[in-house]
C-alpha cells in the first residue's frame, strides 16, 4: 500500500476512482510523428487515511518543478491577482517588504507584484522561463524549493506566494519547509490550489490530470499548512474553482519567562530550605508527581529534602527520579515528621494542606508551589 504524500500515513486500500486512458501529461504535447508510440494511463484516485487528503498514486511529471501557464495573460487573472495583492499585502502591512513568488514562471504575475510597493523577486526552474523573466526586468532566480535546509538567493523574505502550483509537488511538506526556512519570523504567504470540494461540486471527472497530485479541500490544504509550520489566518474560494489562503509562519514559543521563573523558584526554594536546615530542622515535599521530581532534581534538593510524601501506594517505598530523594507515605512521614512541608501538587493543594492541618503535628509550617513562587499557607494548630 502507497502513502500519503502529505503526511506519510497509508492511503485507501481501495481507490475512490480509477479512469483508464488518461492522457500522461498536460504538457510536451506529442507531435503527429509520436501518434504510434503515444498512448494514455490508468490514474487511480485515492484518499489518505490519515489526513483525509484526497491524491493520484501514480509518479509526477517530469517538469513538476517548472511553472508553465497559458492563462498567465488574461485580463480575468489580471483582476483577480491585483485583488488579491490589495488584500493581503495590506491585511498583512507588507508595504516595503521583500516577496517571493516560488514558482513564477517568465513572471506573468510577479511583473504585477512590480507595481506594488513591496520588493518583488522570483524563483523558476525551467531555464528558458528564467530568461524571459529577467529579460523584461525582473528579479528571478534559478532555483527549485527542493530541502528544508535551503537557503534560497535574496532571501530571507518577509512573505511569499505560490500559485496553483502545491498541487503539482510529490512532497508537499518538504516544498513548503523549504519556503518557511526562508521567510522571517512571522512571514506571511499567499497561496492558490485548485478546489476539489468545487471538483465534486460540478461531478467535473475532467477536471482531474495526472499534473495534478494533490486535490485539496480547504480542511485538507489547512492540514497541511499546519504540519509545515503555518497558522491559516484566512481561507476563500475565488475564481469559483480556486481556493486561496492567506498564513503566516508559526514563531517559536518564548520561553524568556519560564528560564527567568526556573532561576527565581529555585533560588527562592534554596533560601527556605537552607533556613531550615539552618535552624537543625526538617524540610519536606508533598506531591511526587512530575512537578516534585522536577522541582528537587533541578533544583538541586537532592541530600536536603528528607523524603517526598505521597498518598498512593504503589510510589511509596520508591525513590524520585534524578534527584534519589525516598517516597514515603503520609503515615510514615507522621511518625518522622518534618518541621516545613512544601505542597508541589497543583490540583491537589487545598485537600493536602487539609490533611496536613488535621494530622501533622502543632507548628509545622506548609508551605506550596501553585504559581511562580512559594506562597506560605500558615502554621498547623
Known sequence: MKRCISCGALLSEAPLLTIENMPAAAQNLPGPEDAEREHGITVRLCACTGCGLVQLDNEPVSYYRDVIRSGGWSTTMD????????????????????????????????????????????????????????AAGLTVSEDYPETEDQV?????????????????QPDPCRYLRAIARNLVPGGYGLVTVPSFEYILGQNSFYELIPDHLSYF???????????????????????????????????????SGLIA????????????????????????????????????????LQGKVAYIIDSAPFKQGMIAPASHIPIISPEDARKDPADTIIIVAPGYTEEIAGIIRRTFPKGTSIRTLMTDHLDDLGRTE
Open 261 to 300: 521563573r526556573r532561576e527565581s523558584i529555585a533560588a527562592e526554594v534554596l533560601r527556605l530550605v537552607d533556613t531550615v536546615s539552618g535552624e537543625g530542622k526538617k524540610i519536606a515535599v508533598w506531591g511526587a508527581s512530575h512537578q516534585g521530581f522536577t522541582l528537587c532534581a533541578v533544583t538541586g
Open 217 to 255: 479541500t480547504e480542511g485538507t490544504l489547512s492540514s497541511l499548512m499546519d504540519r509545515c509550520g503555518f497558522d491559516v489566518l484566512k481561507k476563500e474560494r475565488v475564481n469559483r474553482d480556486t481556493i486561496s489562503v492567506i498564513v503566516r509562519k508559526r514563531t517559536m514559543p518564548d520561553v
Open 152 to 168: 534560497f538567493e535574496n532571501g530571507p523574505f518577509d512573505g511569499f506566494t505560490s500559485f496553483n502550483f502545491l498541487e503539482h
Open 79 to 134: 483582476r483577480l491577482r491585483r485583488s488579491q495583492y490589495d488584500a493581503w499585502i495590506a491585511m498583512c502591512g507588507l508595504e516595503g517588504g521583500k516577496i517571493l513568488e516560488a514558482g513564477c514562471g517568465q513572471g506573468e504575475f510577479l511583473k504585477i507584484l512590480a507595481d506594488y510597493p513591496v520588493q518583488a523577486f522570483g524563483m523558476e526552474h525551467k531555464h528558458d522561463l528564467v530568461l524571459k523573466a529577467r
